[in-house]
């Protein structure tokens, strides 16, 4: 990628964030090429190539959009994109009724590594933490999803370059970012509360620090919660929170507090408590009359690679419940469906 116009512009940037980590840290563009949306709850993506033949690493994601223009925003890590094309439509909700060519925005090797929704400031990532691009990595191309909700603003002609700007550095970074996504499949009959769970043991000897996480779900989810499940001497479950949130509220990347740490052998755990009024079943799936389940936790490790495990999946409702998991006890039944 053009990695170096960017340098000029942004000297004084530039010169305070490299003071303050003792490197040097750039910025790139990652911005819709002044597209004019058409329709309503349209979603657009555009990719870029990050540099093979170098690493790179992420260290921060600086938003350039403003609320009134972009609803939500989505960062792709693809091993390949969605299409070969410079902006591609790439609706997730998009009803099978749509008659143009839709692609998603990943190929192949798909993780979310950045959110952004309703005016939310700067990510930056921990001290001397980045998510690592280009070179060997299994992040090749860097998808920039916009979802754009209404289009009035549109009409008059005017074009849009919603964003974000990466700030990224070259000097290897000691701790690598990455992100697990939990989530399930499954149903939810009609008119009732259904809890969609799912949790996987750690398998690989790695210290996973979670710093941030993002719960999802469309229009049916009340919480969504997340757990390290540890047993103590015992042989009781002990259930540390690692986030939980109305994922109603703007569905980005919020900070872990605690310095909670997660080791081999640990469980990871989420649930989506769902209520549906709905007179038919409901299924998960992409479009507004299915529904999603997804936690996504963001953390470091020391060393040379993030988690190997990239998904947490389970079959859902009503196939699996935490109460029939074997492994699980002393679950915290309200605590994990109460906000
Ligand atoms: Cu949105
Ligand atoms: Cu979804």
Request: charged share 20%; net charge neutral; aromatic share 12%.
């Amino acid at each position: 990628m053009a990695f170096y116009h960017m340098l000029l512009w942004f000297g004084i940037a530039l010169l305070s964030v490299a003071s303050l980590n003792g490197y040097k840290v750039e910025r790139y563009s990652l911005l819709m090429p002044n597209v004019r949306p058409n329709k309503p709850e349209l979603y657009l993506c555009t990719p870029i190539k990050v540099n093979f033949t170098r690493n790179y690493y992420i260290v921060g994601f600086e938003p350039n959009a403003s609320m009134n223009t972009a609803h939500h925003m989505l960062l792709y890590g693809c091993k390949t994109p969605g299409s070969s094309k410079p902006v591609w439509d790439c609706g997730e909700m998009a009803s099978e009724e749509s008659t143009e060519e839709s692609a998603s925005p990943c190929n192949l090797g798909s993780q979310v590594i950045y959110a952004w929704a309703r005016d939310a400031p700067m990510l930056r990532l921990p001290k001397d933490v980045g998510f690592e691009v280009g070179g060997n990595s299994p992040i090749q191309y860097l998808v920039l999803q916009v979802h754009y909700a209404h289009i009035d603003k549109f009409k008059d002609g005017s074009r849009d370059n919603s964003g974000v700007f990466l700030h990224y550095t070259e000097r290897p970074m000691q701790r690598l970012a990455g992100v697990l996504l939990l989530g399930t499949a499954g149903l939810i009959p009609p008119k009732t509360v259904e809890y969609m769970e799912t949790s996987c043991e750690i398998k690989e000897n790695k210290t996973i620090h979670p710093f941030a996480f993002r719960t999802h779900t469309h229009s049916l989810g009340k919480v969504v919660s997340g757990y390290r499940v540890r047993a103590n001497e015992r042989g009781i479950d002990e259930w540390t929170l690692l986030g939980k949130h109305d994922p109603l509220k703007p569905q980005m990347f919020y900070p872990i507090q605690n310095d909670i740490k997660i080791h081999k052998s640990d469980i990871v755990a989420a649930r989506c408590t769902m209520e549906s009024r709905r007179n038919s079943i409901t299924y998960i799936g992409a479009t507004n009359k299915d529904e999603m389940c997804n936690f996504y936790l963001m953390y470091w490790v020391e060393g040379k690679s993030p988690l190997e495990q990239k998904y947490c999946f389970s079959r859902g409702p009503p196939l699996y419940y935490w109460s029939r998991d074997q492994e699980l006890n002393n679950i915290p039944n309200r605590e994990a469906s109460t906000l």
